[in-house]
Nanobody, 124 residues
């Protein structure tokens, strides 16, 4: 059974930092592209960042480029999202997702597995 479990969300003031983690189990982590998405109330789920399975260059949404960093620890089967310079508009539920031998696509429908999400709230 494949499981993706996010953690690390919380309430943080504007300008602060958070590190999200997504622990995976039940899949061969090294052959999955990993992505982070977010969904704010009343809005569609949107792409945040992704790493291709091959270890190539990460991709970021323009809105987070330079502030967020995605990384993975293959030994721990875990993907991270380091967030700094947080803004109130970053407030959302953040989801990690896994795409079998994916290239790090921005399309949510390309991903095979999803976590339950973790809430990030940035106060102004």
């Amino acid at each position: 059974q494949v499981q993706l479990e996010e953690s690390g969300g919380g309430l943080v003031p504007a300008g602060g930092s958070l590190r999200l983690s997504c622990a995976t189990s039940g899949l061969t982590f090294n052959i999955y592209a990993m992505g982070w998405f977010r969904q704010a109330p009343g809005k569609e789920r949107e792409f945040v960042a992704a790493l291709p399975w091959s270890g190539g260059t990460a991709d970021y949404a323009d809105s987070v480029k330079g502030r967020f960093t995605i990384s993975r620890d293959k030994a721990k089967n875990t993907v991270f999202l380091q967030m700094s310079g947080l803004k109130p508009e970053d407030t959302a539920v953040y989801y990690c997702a896994a795409d079998w031998v994916g290239g790090g696509t921005r399309r949510p429908n390309d991903y095979d597995y999803w976590g339950q999400g973790t809430q990030v709230t940035v106060s102004s």
